[in-house]
């Protein structure tokens, strides 16, 4: 099996350098006469690229959504899942340690400034008790 990236160019290429590109696991295998044929096993997501770059949200999400339906597909092997997911992120790099961070940072942000628009603020020692309770949630890492 392996991965089959099919590219789409935005509509009016001249005006948006974005292209999009939907992934699909593919199998080969070899029909009643012994000629190649391949078969989609399933489609796997599509993610937006500005430029030369997935933008950084974005490639968090598309890997999250395919490593989901992976799971959903019942005839494939563990090892089948992790080699396409080990394709996937080949191509579309997961989030570094800096824009885990800064996402979460970004988002801290946005929830508090919603919390202080809507008169509902919460104080820095709430905010430590949701990330604690969020950790604790989780169990060790």
């Known amino acids: 099996m392996y991965v089959r990236w099919v590219v789409r160019r935005h509509k009016n290429a001249a005006v948006a350098d974005s292209s999009f590109h939907d992934a ?13 044929r ?6 796997l997501g599509n993610i ?14 598309f890997l999250l959504r395919a490593e989901r339906i992976l799971e959903s597909v019942a005839e494939l092997s563990a090892t089948d899942r992790a080699e396409a997911m ?11 340690r ?8 970004e ?12 008169g509902e ?7 430590l008790a949701i990330v604690r309770q969020t950790r604790d949630r989780l169990g060790p890492v």
């Open 24 to 36: 699909y696991l593919v199998e080969s295998y070899r029909d009643s006469r012994g000629a190649p």
């Open 38 to 43: 391949q078969r989609t096993v399933c489609y």
């Open 48 to 61: 937006r690229k500005n430029g030369d770059q997935f933008p950084t949200i974005e490639r968090e999400l």
């Open 86 to 96: 080990a394709a996937l992120r080949r191509k579309v790099p997961p989030l570094s």
């Open 98 to 105: 800096d824009e885990v961070i800064w996402a979460f940072t």
């Open 107 to 118: 988002n801290l942000r946005w929830y508090r400034a919603w919390w202080e628009h809507n």
């Open 121 to 127: 603020a919460l104080s820095d020692e709430e905010m």
